[in-house]
């Protein structure tokens, strides 16, 4: 599997950003921070380093312009 397919634990991202899960799951409930369901019922979330990454560089895009 390369870097680029890898995934993220809800709680790994939160931890980068220094946020709670709650925060990340928001994120993934209003569809701006893309994330994969695994398993049945609701399942466990992996969200792709590659979307974890457009997600910050979206969030430094938006920094830059205020």
Same mark, same amino acid.
């Given at each position: 599997?390369?870097?680029?397919?890898?995934?993220?634990?809800?709680?790994?991202?939160? @931890?980068?950003?220094?946020?709670?899960?709650?925060? $990340?799951? &928001?994120?993934?409930?209003? =569809?701006?921070? &893309?994330?994969? &369901?695994? #398993?049945? =019922?609701? #399942?466990? $979330? &992996?969200?792709? @380093?590659?979307?974890?990454?457009?997600?910050?560089?979206?969030?430094?895009?938006?920094? @830059?312009?205020?």
């Amino acid at each position: 599997m390369e870097e680029a397919d890898e995934m993220l634990l809800v709680s790994e991202a939160a @931890k980068q950003i220094r946020v709670a899960k709650s925060t $990340i799951h &928001r994120l993934i409930d209003a =569809g701006v921070l &893309r994330a994969l &369901r695994v #398993g049945r =019922g609701k #399942g466990t $979330i &992996r969200i792709p @380093k590659r979307a974890w990454a457009e997600y910050l560089a979206a969030c430094e895009e938006a920094a @830059k312009s205020t």
